[in-house]
């Protein structure tokens, strides 16, 4: 397993959460586009934010701006996804995402890219 998703939960409206999306030891993470997508029930997947391996410029939906933030550690080979004042819309499952050709400036994950298993996000009272 490449990449390792982890950190759903249940959390009532206005709660925070942080996913960790682990990967293996020869994945170069540097070399990647790190995206985290979701996908709600009856509804399509959609990106909701990405942060380059690059130059580590960041990318958000305008749904989860100014609410979810992206970020990595290097010594754990980690990027996260720090999710506050999560709302009801916001329950879905995620996915983390990586982009072999680091251009999180398109907004696709194309058949190259390589997905981590799910992690379920739920937000109700």
């Known amino acids: 397993v490449q990449l390792q998703a982890s950190g759903g939960g249940l959390v009532q409206p206005g709660g925070s959460l942080r996913l960790s999306c682990a990967a293996s030891?020869?994945?170069?993470?540097?070399?990647?586009?790190m995206g985290w997508w979701r996908q709600a029930p009856g509804k399509e997947r959609e990106r909701v934010s990405c942060?380059?391996?690059?130059?580590?410029?960041?990318y958000y939906d305008d749904s989860v701006k100014d609410r979810f933030s992206a970020s990595w550690d290097d010594a754990r080979k980690t990027t996260y996804l720090q999710m506050d004042n999560l709302k009801p819309e916001d329950t879905a499952v995620y996915y983390c995402?990586?982009?072999?050709?680091?251009?999180?400036?398109?907004?696709?994950?194309?058949?190259?890219?390589?997905w981590g298993q799910g992690t379920l996000v739920t937000v109700s009272s």
């Open positions: 995402v990586g982009d072999p050709f680091d251009r999180c400036d398109l907004g696709v994950a194309g058949h190259l890219s390589v």
């Open positions: 030891k020869l994945f170069a993470l540097h070399h990647y586009g």
């Open positions: 942060i380059s391996g690059g130059d580590g410029s960041t």
